[in-house]
């Protein structure tokens, strides 16, 4: 199956301060998502973003398809921006697979 | 107006018992999943249903069978129960395969 690896796993930030998270996966894709779990628990949809760049707020999330690669910038990140960042892609089976999370949590 | 919803929330239970998880989407979607996370936070797909019909099945044991009356509703049905059965299972819909999937809000399975 594709493979998924994001990082950095773990991210500390100053409350304001900007970051770049990255996914990298090994085959071609036709969905790519992004998504954060807040530490309720809760899943949220952030981005679909198969390729392209898109813009959501402080969020923004570019995918390079030919490169295997995607990114989720955030800026001037809040408290409330804390949680698990995953992407998660899918290629022709139809099964979405999730990399492993970027841990972000963000200090006052 | 909750869009994909989930009940129970939490469900704490003994080994050998059988239970049932229920999902439910009001987004008019075609296409709902189930999936397992675990401790370390891992999300796996278990199971996916598209207009009713079971597209996708991982392999996972048999104790688990997803159940879809309708287009807006998806079961999860557990039996004997294992301690590594505890786990969060999250119930999702998209519009169709291969669009973007919304997660309902989990439910927290502990087995003692």
């Known amino acids: 199956g594709i493979q998924v690896e994001q990082s950095p796993p773990d991210l500390i930030l100053q409350e304001g301060a900007n970051s770049t998270l990255r996914c990298n996966f090994s085959?071609?894709?036709?969905?790519l998502q992004w998504f954060h779990q807040n530490p309720w628990g809760q899943l949220i949809n952030l981005f679909y973003?198969?390729?392209g760049t898109k813009q959501n707020g402080r969020l923004s999330a570019t995918t390079v398809a030919t490169e295997r690669y995607s990114l989720l910038y955030i800026s001037s990140s809040q408290t409330t921006d804390s949680g698990v960042y995953f992407c998660?892609?899918?290629?022709?089976?139809?099964?979405?697979?999730f990399g492993a999370g970027t841990t972000v949590t963000v200090r006052a | 107006d909750t869009a994909v919803s989930q009940t129970p929330k939490y469900l704490v239970t003994q080994m050998g018992n059988d239970k049932s998880i229920k999902c439910e989407q009001n987004?008019?979607?075609?296409?709902m999943y189930w999936y397992k996370q675990d401790s370390k936070k891992f999300l796996k797909i278990m199971f996916s249903?598209?207009?009713?019909?079971?597209?996708i099945n991982e392999t996972v044991p048999n104790r688990f069978s997803p159940k879809s009356p309708d287009k807006a509703h998806l079961n999860l049905h557990i039996n004997s129960l294992e301690l590594g059965d505890s786990a969060v299972y999250f119930c999702?819909?998209?519009?169709?395969?291969?669009?973007?999937?919304?997660f309902g809000p989990g439910t927290r399975l502990t087995v003692t």
């Open positions: 999702a819909s998209s519009p169709d395969r291969t669009y973007e999937q919304y």
């Open positions: 085959d071609s894709v036709n969905n």
């Open positions: 973003i198969p390729s």
């Open positions: 998660a892609v899918e290629s022709n089976d139809y099964k979405l697979s």
């Open positions: 987004l008019g979607h075609d296409t």
């Open positions: 249903y598209n207009n009713k019909e079971l597209i």
